[in-house]
């Protein structure tokens, strides 16, 4: 398992009143554990007050451009995103963990195709990375993004956006919409049925798309997956990733028995005995494993293993496809164990 380097913050720049692009300077030794595929994440960890927390962030750059960024927006109250845009300095160092996710594209110069993504807010930077890894390496191919924000103001990325729609006018269609702005050449409201409707019916009535790729909140992942499907786009060409879950969810059985449980990480073993109410990540980490995480609702795969012995159910999936799960892959966050022995093999994915 791969583990997290100090790396220095070699730029910072401002991207929208709340919300700026931090790039990393990668030494010449982990440049191959920092190559990343276009739409992965990265986990970094800092201290505040004594407490370590994990935030991921996606990167917004292309393999090609040989370099690693992020956009980090602030949150209200949010303790890391408001230190990025605040506090942090060019040449200030961060933990940063080595680029990991499956909300991935794989660019083929031979491919002839056309991809579609809608976005919300900071739900961009990955599809950011997918986007400009399809303009550069993908020459006979196309993309359709339809982005969401509020405003123009609080839009990420908007002039490198429009830079690569000039650059690319044959290739790159982009729609921004606004909730709460009625600009010229944008749509207003929020990315909702009707949205998708526009582009599927109307304007791009006549195109066949290869893939779509859903990155925002919850429900706008949920309405548009469900108009793709009643458009009649085929469900293994939709792939989404969260950026923000609904409320934590619960099992809907009490569980009251015990586990023996065997935790494999790093090429060591560790034992333990939990509650079967409790989470497995939880009680890892209650027992001062250093198991891998991030965001602890299940958005991220961080915590992703593999059950080799034992059953648990799992509070949310949003991740994992059914044939991941009937290999024995789980998010330890989401899972309860429900036999009386477990083994979670951190390092077998």
């Given at each position: 398992?791969?583990?997290?380097?100090?790396?220095?913050?070699?730029?910072?720049?401002?991207?929208?009143?709340?919300?700026?692009?931090?790039?990393?300077?990668?030494?010449?030794?982990?440049?191959?554990?920092?190559?990343?595929?276009?739409?992965?994440?990265?986990?970094?960890?800092?201290?505040?007050?004594?407490?370590?927390?994990?935030?991921?962030?996606?990167?917004?750059?292309?393999?090609?451009?040989?370099?690693?960024?992020?956009?980090?927006?602030?949150?209200?109250?949010?303790?890391?995103?408001?230190?990025?845009?605040?506090?942090?300095?060019?040449?200030?160092?961060?933990?940063?963990?080595?680029?990991?996710?499956?909300?991935?594209?794989?660019?083929?110069?031979?491919?002839?195709?056309?991809?579609?993504?809608?976005?919300?807010?900071?739900?961009?930077?990955?599809?950011?990375?997918?986007?400009?890894?399809?303009?550069?390496?993908?020459?006979?191919?196309?993309?359709?993004?339809?982005?969401?924000?509020?405003?123009?103001?609080?839009?990420?990325?908007?002039?490198?956006?429009?830079?690569?729609?000039?650059?690319?006018?044959?290739?790159?269609?982009?729609?921004?919409?606004?909730?709460?702005?009625?600009?010229?050449?944008?749509?207003?409201g929020r990315i909702e049925h009707s949205t998708v409707n526009y582009v599927m019916k109307n304007k791009h009535k006549d195109t066949i798309f290869d893939a779509f790729y859903l990155c925002g909140p919850e429900d706008m992942i949920h309405t548009v997956s469900d108009t793709l499907r009643e458009n009649g786009v085929d469900e293994k060409k939709i792939y989404f990733e969260l950026f923000t879950?609904?409320?934590?969810?619960?099992?809907?059985?009490?569980?009251?028995?015990?586990?023996?449980?065997?935790?494999?990480?790093?090429?060591?073993?560790?034992?333990?005995?939990?509650?079967?109410?409790?989470?497995?990540?939880?009680?890892?980490?209650?027992?001062?494993?250093?198991?891998?995480?991030?965001?602890?609702?299940?958005?991220?795969?961080?915590?992703?293993?593999?059950?080799?012995?034992?059953?648990?159910?799992?509070?949310?999936?949003?991740?994992?496809?059914?044939?991941?799960?009937?290999?024995?892959?789980?998010?330890?966050?989401?899972?309860?164990?429900?036999?009386?022995?477990?083994?979670?093999?951190?390092?077998?994915?």
């Amino acid at each position: 398992m791969l583990h997290f380097h100090s790396l220095r913050v070699s730029r910072i720049e401002r991207n929208t009143p709340k919300s700026v692009t931090i790039t990393f300077d990668i030494p010449e030794d982990l440049r191959e554990e920092y190559r990343h595929e276009a739409g992965q994440h990265i986990t970094i960890k800092k201290e505040f007050d004594g407490e370590e927390i994990r935030r991921s962030y996606s990167i917004c750059t292309s393999p090609g451009e040989g370099k690693l960024s992020v956009g980090i927006k602030e949150i209200p109250e949010g303790v890391f995103s408001g230190y990025a845009n605040q506090s942090l300095r060019e040449g200030d160092t961060l933990e940063v963990h080595p680029p990991e996710g499956h909300f991935t594209f794989s660019p083929d110069a031979s491919q002839s195709r056309t991809v579609a993504a809608f976005a919300a807010g900071s739900g961009i930077t990955p599809v950011l990375s997918i986007l400009k890894a399809l303009l550069e390496e993908e020459p006979q191919s196309k993309f359709v993004l339809i982005y969401g924000n509020r405003s123009t103001t609080e839009t990420m990325f908007f002039e490198e956006i429009n830079d690569l729609a000039a650059r690319y006018p044959e290739r790159f269609t982009v729609y921004f919409t606004y909730s709460r702005s009625e600009e010229d050449n944008a749509l207003f409201g929020r990315i909702e049925h009707s949205t998708v409707n526009y582009v599927m019916k109307n304007k791009h009535k006549d195109t066949i798309f290869d893939a779509f790729y859903l990155c925002g909140p919850e429900d706008m992942i949920h309405t548009v997956s469900d108009t793709l499907r009643e458009n009649g786009v085929d469900e293994k060409k939709i792939y989404f990733e969260l950026f923000t879950t609904s409320e934590e969810a619960e099992l809907d059985e009490n569980l009251e028995g015990q586990t023996k449980v065997k935790v494999i990480v790093d090429d060591e073993e560790f034992e333990f005995t939990m509650p079967q109410s409790e989470r497995v990540l939880d009680a890892a980490l209650d027992n001062d494993i250093d198991a891998p995480y991030s965001c602890q609702g299940g958005i991220c795969s961080s915590c992703l293993a593999r059950v080799t012995e034992g059953q648990v159910k799992m509070v949310k999936n949003q991740i994992l496809t059914d044939s991941e799960v009937a290999e024995g892959l789980v998010l330890t966050c989401q899972s309860h164990p429900v036999t009386p022995k477990l083994t979670i093999d951190y390092d077998d994915v």
